[in-house]
Nanobody, 116 residues
Framework: QVQLVESGGGLVQPGGSLRLSCTVS????????MGWYRRTPGKSARELVASIFSGGQPNYADFVKGRFTISTDDSENTINLQMSNQQHNDTAIYYC?????????WGQGTQVTVST
């Protein structure tokens, strides 16, 4: 059974940093695609934050370029999102997403709030 569990969300001040992790229940070498998305307050759709295809280079939304970094740790089966210089409009629920055997899987989401 494929399961994704996000962690690391919380409250952070503007300009601060947080690191999100997504623990994947299957071998990450078999994943075709990995990504982080977010749903900001008042919006129903999730938007792409960062993604990486197997064997490819990371891809970032313009609004996080230079601030966020996506990475993977195959030894711990995690997909990580390092967030720096966070702004108020980074407040959102962040979701981990993978493509495995041509099926999409999502985590339950983790809340990130940027506030003083």
């Amino acid at each position: 059974q494929v399961q994704l569990v996000e962690s690391g969300g919380g409250l952070v001040q503007p300009g601060g940093s947080l690191r999100l992790s997504c623990t994947v229940s299957i071998n990450m070498f078999s994943l075709e695609y990995m990504g982080w998305y977010r749903r900001t307050p008042g919006k129903s759709a999730r938007e792409l934050v960062a993604s990486i295809f197997s064997g490819g280079q990371p891809n970032y939304a313009d609004f996080v370029k230079g601030r966020f970094t996506i990475s993977t740790d195959d030894s711990e089966n995690t997909i990580n999102l390092q967030m720096s210089n966070q702004q108020h409009n980074d407040t959102a629920i962040y979701y981990c997403n993978i493509l495995y055997r041509r099926k999409n899987y999502w985590g339950q989401g983790t809340q990130v709030t940027v506030s003083t």
